[in-house]
């Protein structure tokens, strides 16, 4: 347990339906990665926050792919009219950006199927 | 080119032997190197992290890192059955501020 938590760990949604993650990071860290695996690859980068601010957004993440981090401490990552594409697993990881400021920490991830 | 490259494997070793995992990168600016194993259904973990050239031990594991031929390996030495899993090397692109990741060996250990 890396200290890092997300919620649902499971979520099975319809197409067209919206979803969304929750990440809470380790308490002292400030940045907040959100990436996302499919099956035998390795994982994608999403987006990361610096304490609240949003500072790079990824081309994967479309206009249907939104994050927050409204107060620096847990993010969300919502996606709206889900597509069987969206299958996959969600992943978030945090870094403390004043020691080791590159070593991440996953949480155990949230598996979505889009039926 | 992709920009981290890692042989997916499967690689198979025999209990007790020495496990040797390789990754090329393509970014010249890269500073930080990691490996992540990967047990199946589970998230990644980091096991180890490299930051200049030559040899990182902790351990069984051994990360050795050369920036002039952008590679970086990782070694499991006395490999046991519970070394079974995925590794996956990552790369932290410092343009992007994001981890870069190749596609995973899968290393299976053999009793």
């Known amino acids: 347990d890396t200290g890092v938590s997300q919620d649902p760990r499971h979520k099975i949604t319809k197409r067209g339906q919206n979803v969304t993650f929750r990440c809470d990071p380790i308490?002292?860290?400030?940045?907040l990665y959100w990436y996302r695996q499919t099956l035998g690859q390795g994982p994608e980068f999403l987006t990361y926050?610096?304490?609240?601010?949003?500072?790079?957004k990824s081309r994967l993440l479309s206009d249907r792919f939104s994050a927050e981090r409204p107060k620096g401490s847990f993010s969300t990552l919502e996606i709206q009219r889900t597509e069987q594409g969206d299958s996959a697993m969600y992943l978030c990881?945090?870094?403390?950006?004043?020691?080791?400021?590159?070593?991440?920490?996953f949480g155990p991830g949230t598996r979505l199927t889009v039926t | 080119q992709k920009e981290v490259e890692q042989n997916s494997g499967p690689l198979s070793v025999p209990e007790g032997a020495i496990a040797s995992l390789n990754c090329t990168y393509s970014?010249?600016?890269?500073?930080?190197f990691f490996w992540y194993r990967q047990y199946s259904g589970k998230s990644p973990e980091l096991i180890m992290s490299i930051y200049s050239n030559g040899d990182k031990e902790d351990g069984r594991f051994t990360a050795q890192l050369n920036k002039a031929s952008q590679y970086v390996s990782l070694l499991i030495r006395d490999s046991q059955p519970s070394d079974s899993a995925t590794y996956l090397c990552a790369v932290f692109w410092l343009g992007a501020q994001k981890l870069v990741f190749g596609q995973g060996t899968r290393l299976t250990i053999n009793p």
């Open positions: 990881a945090s870094s403390l950006w004043t020691s080791s400021p590159y070593e991440q920490y």
């Open positions: 308490s002292e860290h400030n940045r």
């Open positions: 926050f610096q304490n609240e601010a949003q500072l790079e």
């Open positions: 970014d010249r600016v890269s500073q930080s």
